[in-house]
């Protein structure tokens, strides 16, 4: 994708990924769902060792990651991405300002979701686990929803019956879900201040 957006068919790009998404949203948000399913056994006390959830909770992170494949961000910070992806679980799960900041975000790409549900099972309970899922399941929803409207509206523009319409929030909207479909590999850099900061915890 970061070969192909510096190229001059931004349109052929954009159809590209409009029908990409369409095919691909379903298959995200029931993943995300099926492991919400297989976290949220009752009866179930100790999620980490229960290996059926383990293989289901995995198989569903695989699963993500191959829709979507990785992203260069994500292969240049592989190592980190661990232990990033546990601190986010351990502050939702012990800091309710951090829960609730959670709940209003715009959540995650897609390669992170992944990470976080592969984790879940070790640092969450069953009834935890069960509300993470579900909250990442709403903000995957409502980005995925809001980012195709955006793109539509993009693509509409290049027609000339719809060139007067406004921009609205769509002018950038290419790039944004290349990002939360692969990870941030085109566009601004989100946090470039942190490119030379000591990452460890």
């Not at 790009?13 to 056994?41: C, P, R, W, Y």
């Not at 399941?137 to 793109?151: D, I, V």
């Amino acid at each position: 994708y970061a070969m192909l957006i510096t190229g001059n068919n931004r349109l052929g790009l954009s159809l590209m990924l409009e029908t990409f998404v369409d095919h691909q949203k379903k298959g995200i948000l029931d993943n995300i769902q099926n492991a919400g399913k297989s976290l949220s056994s009752k009866s179930l006390l100790n999620l980490s060792k229960n290996k059926q959830i383990k293989d289901n909770v995995e198989k569903t992170s695989d699963t993500l990651n191959n829709l979507c494949n990785s992203c260069v961000l994500c292969e240049s910070i592989d190592k980190n991405l661990e232990r990033y992806a546990i601190t986010v679980l351990e502050m939702w799960k012990n800091e309710t300002p951090f829960k609730e900041a959670f709940a209003n975000s715009k959540g995650f790409c897609i390669p992170h979701i992944a990470q976080l549900l592969k984790l879940s099972y070790k640092y969450l309970n069953a009834k935890e686990a069960e509300e993470f899922t579900d909250i990442l399941y709403k903000l995957t929803e409502n980005t995925l929803a809001r980012q195709e409207e955006e793109l539509k509206l993009f693509i509409k523009k290049y027609d000339y019956r719809y060139a007067d319409l406004p921009w609205d929030t769509s002018k950038d909207s290419l790039e944004r879900i290349i990002n939360k479909m692969q990870g941030w590999c085109v566009g601004e850099e989100p946090h470039p201040e942190d490119r030379n900061k000591d990452r460890r915890f």
